[in-house]
């Protein structure tokens, strides 16, 4: 057990000052405030310098300072006054050298009688010049007899200003000075310090994990740390997470070296607190790391051109973006008014899960209607609209962002969280309206694709079918081959030409997609002679789209045609007359679109062309 020895004595306490400075790695130096006249520096303010106490011939720092930046240092010194700390830049020319650019952070370290600055310098690349060493003779035994009558008020008056926490400890691990710096920095009053051994009243240190260190470890490592450095001063560097008396949480920096002294040696720390300073760094980096992240992603949809998989592209990115658990990708048809579910994450195999928000709830009416970002949670809602909402019993708060291109609203990216701790931030909200609006570029840019890949391969379908037309008489095999082409550009469950014959009565030529061809050509056959549908186009010669035929009262079932839900029928035409129809058949209610009606009606003519070639020859 090591015993307690008392503090050190005031002639060590006169040289306290000497130890600190010389700890430090910038340049430190002591003048008067009206004068300028300087009382003591470090060994590292004459190293930047290139000078040594010998050689140097310099009475005020003002002589330091670059001529056209005098007034501002005048400026500088009346606003210590005010406030106790100031900084500037400036350049330093001396003994001919080229000039050093510096930062000047100055202190009123003692304000009675003439007051005196503290001053400490640092070059602008925060090192020292090149090929510098720490020079021989430079401490303040070599300065003037003056400065080396520092009084302890004197010493106490510079310790206790400092920003920066000054921590003393003797050999014995006895805490000999703990300034206010220190103070602020742990919440740890000064008074409860002084004569207690270190490892009982420092702050509770953090290990890398999150738990307290003990005492114990804090006594073994106290003693390895003046065992390691009992040779030398060399300072030692580190960083440490700190439990303050209020429970929160700091992150300091501790300078650390020892110096020797008649009784015994002097531990010495400047511990700063760099808690914002590293938050800041986390947060620099961490948008970094966002940028880089955001990057790769606009590079890999911009490049994708097949809509469904783009699709899963932006819903994936943006949950991956903002690290949510979840969430979903909604198509806007501005020209119908509706909102349709794309996609999901976590995927549904058959997307049967797209049901978490319909068009006309709160959310994504207001979204539509705004064009702007909605973030809620269970919680905090309050917005009687947004509240119809209808909330997933596992989700704690969802972020709506509208993706809009050129005032246009293409879709909404909507993602989720489940941990009632997570809220989104407005950073988080930046960086996904970012990717929404880039998305909506590559949506437009997959549609006028998908477009122009749909004219091109409808310019092939009609050079095919027309020379379908002109190469075979045979009406059989050309409706079936006219069908096989209408395939390529047109979704369907099934589709059937039918025709009339010279007595009047319609006939299915052929037809795609049936269990029984033959069997449901021979039963529309009998059936369709009635049909009001035929009779309808037959009158005025238009097209007929039924978007549910089980609601339509006309609708006549035919045997092996159970399957239809919607319909459209084209008129196939020759001379004004109505000669036949063009059927088209899906599962799907309200599936077929104008699109699709321009297309058949294009390859009805084609039909109308070969029954009549096929009847003139």
């Known amino acids: 057990m090591h015993n307690k020895e008392k503090p050190v004595g005031k002639k060590n306490i006169d040289y306290k000052y000497t130890l600190l400075i010389e700890a430090i790695d910038e340049g430190v130096v002591l003048f008067e405030l009206a004068s300028t006249r300087i009382i003591t520096m470090n060994s590292k303010f004459l190293a930047l310098l290139r000078s040594n106490s010998q050689e140097l011939k310099l009475d005020k720092f003002k002589d330091l300072i670059a001529d056209e930046d005098i007034e501002k240092f005048e400026k500088l010194l009346i606003s210590l006054q005010q406030d106790k700390t100031q900084a500037m830049r400036t350049s330093f020319n001396h003994f001919g050298n080229p000039p050093i650019n510096v930062q000047i952070r100055a202190t009123l370290v003692e304000e009675e009688e003439e007051g005196i600055v503290q001053a400490v310098i640092r070059c602008e690349n925060d090192q020292l010049p090149a090929n510098t060493e720490i020079l021989e003779n430079s401490t303040l035994a070599n300065q003037p007899e003056q400065a080396l009558n520092m009084s302890e008020e004197r010493f106490n008056g510079i310790i206790q200003n400092t920003s920066d926490g000054i921590l003393l400890i003797d050999e014995n691990g006895v805490v000999v000075e703990w300034n206010n710096g220190l103070e602020a920095v742990t919440g740890i009053a000064r008074f409860s310090t002084i004569g207690k051994y270190f490892w009982e009243v420092c702050p509770k240190l953090l290990s890398k994990a999150g738990k307290v260190i003990s005492g114990e470890d804090l006594k073994t490592e106290f003693f390895e740390f003046l065992k390691h450095n009992r040779e030398g001063n060399q300072n030692n560097l580190s960083e440490y997470a700190i439990q303050q008396t209020d429970g929160s949480n700091r992150i300091v920096q501790a300078l650390s070296c020892t110096f020797p002294t008649s009784a015994g040696r002097l531990i010495y720390s400047m511990i700063r607190d760099i808690t914002e300073k590293k938050q800041l760094e986390e947060s620099t980096q961490r948008k970094a790391e966002e940028l880089s992240v955001l990057h790769d992603l606009l590079s890999d949809i911009s490049t994708i051109q097949d809509q ?209 061809e033959r069997l449901t050509s021979r039963n529309a056959s009998e059936v369709l002679i009635e049909s009001p549908i035929i009779r309808k186009m037959a009158q005025d010669l238009k097209p007929v789209v039924i978007p549910d035929v089980r609601s339509y009262p006309d609708w006549i079932w035919v045997k092996g045609a159970e399957h239809v839900r919607s319909f459209m029928g084209v008129p196939i035409i020759a001379q004004q007359k109505l000669i036949g129809v063009l059927m088209v058949d899906s599962t799907t209610v309200d599936f077929f679109k104008e699109s699709d009606l321009y297309k058949s009606n294009i390859l009805a003519q084609q039909i109308a062309i070969a029954v009549q070639n096929a009847r003139l020859f």
């Open 308 to 516: 469904p998989t783009l699709y899963k592209n932006i819903i994936t990115y943006a949950v991956r973006l903002l690290n949510a658990d979840g969430g979903c990708l909604y198509l806007y048809d501005a020209e119908n008014q509706v909102v349709t579910p794309s996609t999901e994450f976590p995927y549904a195999s058959d997307n049967s899960s797209l049901k978490s928000i319909e068009y006309g709830s709160g959310a994504v009416e207001w979204v539509v209607s705004n064009k702007k970002p909605l973030c809620i949670d269970r919680f905090s809602n309050s917005d009687s609209a947004i509240e119809s909402t209808d909330w997933d019993k596992l989700r704690h708060a969802m972020l709506f962002m509208p993706m809009v291109w050129q005032k246009q609203l293409k879709g909404i990216i909507q993602v989720y969280v489940v941990d009632e701790n997570r809220q989104f931030s407005d950073a988080e909200q930046e960086l996904l309206s970012f990717f929404a609006n880039q998305s909506a570029i590559a949506i437009e840019n997959a549609r006028l694709f998908e477009v122009e890949k749909s004219a091109h391969e409808q310019a092939e379908l009609f050079r095919d079918v027309a020379q379908v037309v002109n190469e075979s008489l045979e009406l059989d095999e050309v409706l079936h081959r006219i069908l096989g082409q209408l395939s390529r550009i047109l979704t369907f469950a099934t589709s059937s030409v039918l025709l009339f014959r010279e007595t009047g009565k319609p006939a299915l030529i052929a037809g795609i997609g049936y269990e029984n």
